[in-house]
T-cell receptor, first 117, second 109 residues
Framework: ETGVTQTPRHLVMGMTNKKSLKCEQHLGHNAMYWYKQSAKKPLELMFVYSLEERVENNSVPSRFSPECPNSSHLFLHLHTLQPEDSALYLC????????????????FGAGSRLTVL | GQNIDQPTEMTATEGAIVQINCTYQTSGFNGLFWYQQHAGEAPTFLSYNVLDGLEEKGRFSSFLSRSKGYSYLLLKELQMKDSASYLC??????????WGAGTKLIIKP
């Protein structure tokens, strides 16, 4: 256990479904992140929240919608996804947000494996 | 553009030593991270280098040369549990993390 918990661990959905991924951290961190991890590709940063305010959106398609109701919880709402969105979605938290300092260590959850049929 | 290069896959023998290289071209530099990720698990932090030289932590060491845009992770006395992917990431001048695609390390008995 890293202190960052993601649910569900596995999700299969059709292109017309709506589902949500949930992330919870118990580390007292101030920033939370969503990353996409595809096989043999670098981690892709999707969203960053610092003190519950979204500070970065790396041109992610609108079919992905983040929500951060408080500093401990982060959601990723999914709708009308495409098969190419199948990937591992990782949540992470850190003491400071991006731009905080160099030694800003990320603590990751184990990820939600998403398959879009 | 910004780029991190590391080998896709490496194989080593239990008890041996392996060196995983990472080269980078980024807009500025504010530190280099190594993370370990076992299959189906969360990436976990291994090391952070911001100054040139070698940092040792038990069986793992990480080296940085900023002038060469180069780092390596050295794993000694390899154990089967070291089979994992190793991710290299550089923090650029805007404190954005640039990630490599990871190196899958396979340990054979």
């Amino acid at each position: 256990e890293t202190g960052v918990t993601q649910t569900p661990r596995h999700l299969v959905m059709g292109m017309t479904n709506k589902k949500s991924l949930k992330c919870e951290q118990h580390l007292g961190h101030n920033a939370m992140y969503w990353y996409k991890q595809s096989a043999k590709k670098p981690l892709e940063l999707m969203f960053v929240y610092s003190l519950e305010e979204r500070v970065e959106n790396n041109s992610v398609p609108s079919r992905f919608s983040p929500e951060c109701p408080n500093s401990s919880h982060l959601f990723l709402h999914l709708h009308t996804l495409q098969p190419e969105d199948s990937a591992l979605y990782l949540c992470a938290s850190s003491h400071g947000g991006q731009g905080y300092s160099g030694a800003n260590v990320l603590t990751f959850g184990a990820g939600s494996r998403l398959t879009v049929l | 553009g910004q780029n991190i290069d590391q080998p896709t896959e490496m194989t080593a023998t239990e008890g041996a030593i392996v060196q995983i290289n990472c080269t980078y071209q980024t807009s500025g530099f504010n530190g280099l991270f190594w993370y370990q990720q076992h299959a189906g698990e969360a990436p976990t932090f291994l090391s952070y280098n911001v100054l040139d030289g070698l940092e040792e932590k038990g069986r793992f060491s990480s080296f940085l040369s900023r002038s060469k845009g180069y780092s390596y992770l050295l794993l000694k006395e390899l154990q089967m549990k070291d089979s994992a992917s190793y991710l290299c990431a550089v923090m650029d001048s805007n404190y954005q993390l640039i990630w490599g695609a990871g190196t899958k390390l396979i340990i054979k008995p």
